[in-house]
């Protein structure tokens, strides 16, 4: 059985520019969270997915945002990038509700 | 508001040696709590997940706790190895807002030395 895939695996950009990260959860998973992880602040929850409808949001500002799809594939987009920015971007997958949730091996952003 | 706690920071031990990792949590209204490690540089790799109805869980060398009357979690490892050597973190997954999230402690560092 297939993990989570998260692609790119790393990915560097300029300030002011815009990015799309995506997440394949494992088949049959229809919950999808993004976490952003620094080493100042650890591992921060953005955003909760479940049958395409977000039902969870962090504490982040409105240039992040994400979506998902019918087939429970996400993606999530970060506008007008900031070098606070940088920081691995992890997915996590959740067959429902209070379920163990198996992670990605994440996106390495760097912002320059 | 609900916050994660892992102590110590970072251990280091000498190879074959139990050891025991700390994770207090200060809001019991948790569904489940759940350890992973992580490779530097890498994702999370789930290592246990227990139910808040649950009081332990084993898995090979591993045996994770959960007190949730006192808010803490422990997670036991037998007979350590090199291999061991990683970054632990705990996750207590918590109501919000009709839906749920992780909320994660910073992580304990383990080295275990050869």
């Known amino acids: 059985k297939a993990g989570v895939t998260q692609t790119p695996r790393y990915l560097i950009k300029t300030r002011g520019q815009q990015v799309t990260l995506s997440c394949s959860p494992i088949?049959?998973?229809?919950?999808v969270s993004w976490y952003q992880q620094t080493p100042g602040q650890g591992l921060q929850f953005l955003f909760e997915?479940?049958?395409?409808?977000?039902?969870n949001k962090g504490n982040f500002p409105g240039r992040f945002s994400g979506r998902q799809f019918s087939n429970s594939r996400s993606e999530m987009n970060v506008s007008t990038l900031e070098l606070g920015d940088s920081a691995l971007y992890l997915c996590a997958s959740s067959p429902g509700i209070g379920t163990e949730a198996f992670f990605g091996q994440g996106t390495r952003l760097t912002v320059v | 508001k609900q916050e994660v706690t892992q102590i110590p920071a970072a251990l280091s031990v000498p190879e074959g040696e139990n050891l025991v990792l700390n994770c207090s949590f200060t809001d019991s209204a948790i569904y489940n709590l759940q350890w992973f490690r992580q490779d530097p540089g890498k994702g999370l790799t789930s290592l246990l997940l227990i139910q808040s109805s649950q009081r332990e869980q084993t898995s090979g060398r591993l045996n994770a706790s959960l007190d949730k009357s006192s808010g803490r979690s422990t997670l036991y490892i037998a007979a350590s190895q090199p291999g061991d050597s990683a970054t632990y973190l705990c996750a207590a997954r918590i109501p919000q807002g009709g839906s749920e999230k992780l909320v994660f402690g910073k992580g304990t560092k383990l080295t275990v030395n050869p």
């Open positions: 997915y479940f049958s395409e409808t977000q039902r």
């Open positions: 088949s049959g998973h229809r919950s």
